[in-house]
Structures are given as structure tokens and as C-alpha cells.
């Protein structure tokens, strides 16, 4: 995996829990040349494979975010395809990658140690976002 997008993905996996559509919009941002859902769903698997996050959902009813205990095949398998009614992220529309839940990662401690040896991705490369405009408010 490129190092830059692993280091800023776990950076943002540090925060909370993730959305595919942070995993959409980092790769699409930081390796836009190699940008596809297949690939976005590649370098899910390569973080859990790599013991870096775990996968889960909010299962609503006032509840919090909770794991899946299923393997990664499983796991990937409900994020590309759909799950617990929600459309999967290889079913939905441009639009709708920002809004989808049907899954969350969290990093776990390994995740978090591999962090820690990178450091922060701001400090080693910058602000990847700083060249794109903000839309003004009227």
C-alpha cells in the first residue's frame, strides 16, 4: 500500500469510527491515478489483513457502534454488497458515498502503534486538502 494514504487513513481511523466514504475520498485524493471501489475495497483488506482495524456498524435503536465478529472476507463481502438493509458500496450512486453506512472501521491497537511509528501524515506531508477550494456560504 502507499505509505502516505496508509498514513493518513490511519491518522483518520484515529479519530473514530470511519465511513466508507472517508476511505472513498482519501484514495480518491491521495493516489487518484489508481482510484476505483475495487481499489478502495483492496486497501480495506490490506488494513485488516494487516491487523490495523476491525469492522462494524451502528445497528440503530440508541445504540453505539459495534463490531462484526465475521472474517474479512465476510466483512468486505457486507461492505461491497449490502447489509442489514443498508446498499453496499459497489451499489450506490457518486452521491450517496459520503452518506453511506453501511459499515465503519476502528483502528485497534496494532492500527494505533502503527501510527504512532509514522507520526503525524500533516507534519510529513503536508495538507493534502489545502488546494481545494472551499465552497463560500451566502
Same mark, same amino acid.
Not at 500500500?1 to 484515529?14: A, C, D, Q, R, V
Not at 459499515?103 to 485497534?108: K, P, S, W
Given at each position: 500500500?502507499?505509505?502516505?494514504?496508509?498514513?493518513?487513513?490511519?491518522?483518520?481511523?484515529?479519530d473514530?469510527?470511519?465511513p466508507?466514504?472517508t476511505?472513498?475520498?482519501m484514495?480518491?485524493?491521495?493516489v487518484?491515478?489508481?482510484?476505483?471501489?475495487?481499489?478502495?475495497?483492496?486497501v480495506?483488506?490490506?488494513?485488516a489483513?494487516?491487523?490495523?482495524?476491525?469492522f462494524?456498524?451502528?445497528p440503530g435503536? $440508541?445504540?453505539?457502534w &459495534?463490531?462484526w465478529?465475521?472474517?474479512i472476507d465476510?466483512?468486505l463481502? !457486507? @461492505?461491497?454488497h449490502g447489509?442489514?438493509?443498508?446498499?453496499g458500496?459497489?451499489?450506490?450512486?457518486?452521491?450517496e458515498?459520503g452518506s453511506?453506512?453501511v459499515?465503519?472501521?476502528?483502528?485497534?491497537e496494532?492500527?494505533e502503534q502503527?501510527?504512532a511509528?509514522? $507520526?503525524?501524515?500533516? &507534519?510529513k506531508?503536508g495538507?493534502p486538502?489545502?488546494?481545494?477550494?472551499? !465552497? @463560500?456560504?451566502?
Open positions: 500500500m502507499n505509505e502516505k494514504l496508509e498514513h493518513f487513513l490511519l491518522h483518520e481511523l484515529s473514530d469510527w470511519t466508507i466514504g476511505f472513498d475520498g484514495v480518491a485524493k491521495i487518484p491515478a489508481s482510484y476505483s471501489r475495487g481499489f478502495v475495497l483492496d480495506i483488506r490490506e488494513l489483513t494487516k491487523g490495523y482495524i476491525r462494524g456498524a451502528f435503536r $440508541g445504540r453505539s &459495534e463490531p465478529y465475521v472474517t465476510e466483512a463481502q !457486507r @461492505v461491497a447489509h442489514n438493509h443498508i446498499v458500496y459497489l451499489d450506490i450512486s457518486e452521491n458515498i453511506n453506512e459499515f465503519r472501521a476502528d483502528l485497534v496494532r492500527g502503527r501510527l511509528e509514522l $507520526g503525524n501524515p500533516y &507534519e506531508y495538507d486538502w489545502a488546494d481545494t477550494p472551499r !465552497r @463560500v456560504r451566502n
